[in-house]
């Protein structure tokens, strides 16, 4: 199998893919093709960031009004594990497939490294701001996957490290910026995320690293296995709705193409391509973001934002055998919700 965001291998945009062996559950669809149905309240996770719009966890943001689909659509559906789609001005689930079950999530695990970065950046009395110089360090040069292959000499701005993050998935800026707001280590960087997901209310969540690839850890009779970040569609799709009030996390998700290094001529220019196929393509208009993912036990899968004349929609798609099945699936997704008055 072959994609454009690998967390787990070394090369750039299109590669191979690492492998994992971590058991996920078996589908079972929990929308898919169905007829409008009775909607009914769905509890969500509040909005966190102070100065960010903010729901109590006991109000329900979501209501369930699943809709008919044509019958190619839904026959579509069956290729991916999880999904679900979200309009978010009206605060609706228009589809949903096992949106609750949590499944490896690979670098869209970058949402949250990102999110609590805007959290620290607009914390009261904090001193970390987009400008603040982070100094590259040997732990980050070593991280594997998709990068930009940082050099321990570098020093970048926080906002460089969030640009590299958000366009070209890099695994290594996401760990140097974690590493630098965890007081020198990643670790407590993670669980930072993993407390900022149970104060949001999200309790799908497990984070082994800022990144998305897999950990190896110690398992049964002395052997080790390999465990991936997990999430859930439902919780990853309110997530984005969260980063879209974000200026910094919605500047770089719907940018394209970008580049670092171009003024220090000690550096040779390294140019960053947005792992999301999606942003500008004209059979699927209005995507401004948000992420895209890609191990083996992932598959590939994505996050994706969307807004026309106003009106916002967000899929998430997981688990599909190849990019080019997940963004057709989007695409489809994204204009059926669109026709949907």
């Known amino acids: 199998m072959r994609d454009d965001d690998v967390a787990g291998d070394a090369q750039s945009e299109t590669v191979e893919t690492s492998g ?21 309240p769905v509890v969500a996770s509040t909005g966190g960031i102070k100065g960010l719009p903010s729901t109590p966890l006991t109000e329900g943001l979501y209501m369930k009004s699943l809709l008919e689909m044509p019958a190619k659509l839904a026959t579509d559906t069956e290729l991916c594990k999880a999904g679900i789609c979200i309009d978010l001005n009206a605060r609706k689930i228009l589809w949903e497939k096992n949106s609750r079950q949590a499944y490896p999530i690979a670098s869209m695990t970058k949402m949250m490294t990102v999110y609590v970065v805007a959290k620290e950046l607009r914390r009261p009395g904090g001193n970390v701001t987009l400008e603040t110089p982070v100094k590259a360090t040997v732990a980050a040069s070593k991280v594997g996957g998709h990068q930009i292959w940082i050099d321990q000499r570098e020093t970048f701005t926080v906002d460089e490290l969030l640009k590299c993050i958000l366009i070209h998935s890099a695994n290594d800026c996401a760990y140097l910026l974690a590493e630098f707001l965890g007081g020198g280590s990643e670790a407590e960087f993670v669980k930072k995320m993993d407390a900022e997901a149970k104060q949001l209310g999200m309790v799908s969540f497990d984070f082994r690293n800022s990144h998305g690839l897999y950990e190896m850890v110690p398992g049964a009779n002395g052997k080790t296995v390999k465990r991936e970040n997990m999430g859930s569609a439902f919780e990853l799709a309110h997530l984005s709705s969260l980063l879209l009030d974000i200026p910094e996390v919605v500047r770089w998700s719907s940018t394209k193409r970008d580049c670092i290094r171009e003024n220090n001529p000690k550096f040779k220019k390294f140019d960053l391509h947005s792992t999301n196929k999606l942003l500008n393509d004209k059979s699927c208009p209005g995507v401004n973001g948000m992420k895209t993912g890609m191990t083996e036990a992932a598959g590939s899968c994505i996050t994706a934002t969307c807004e026309r004349e106003g009106r916002r929609i967000v899929v998430v798609v997981m688990g599909c055998e190849k990019s080019a099945i997940r963004d057709k699936l989007v695409r489809q997704l994204i204009n059926w919700a669109y026709s949907q008055k």
């Open 20 to 40: 994992e062996s971590t058991e996920v559950a078996s589908p079972s669809v929990e929308g898919g093709a169905t007829t409008a149905t009775t909607e009914e």
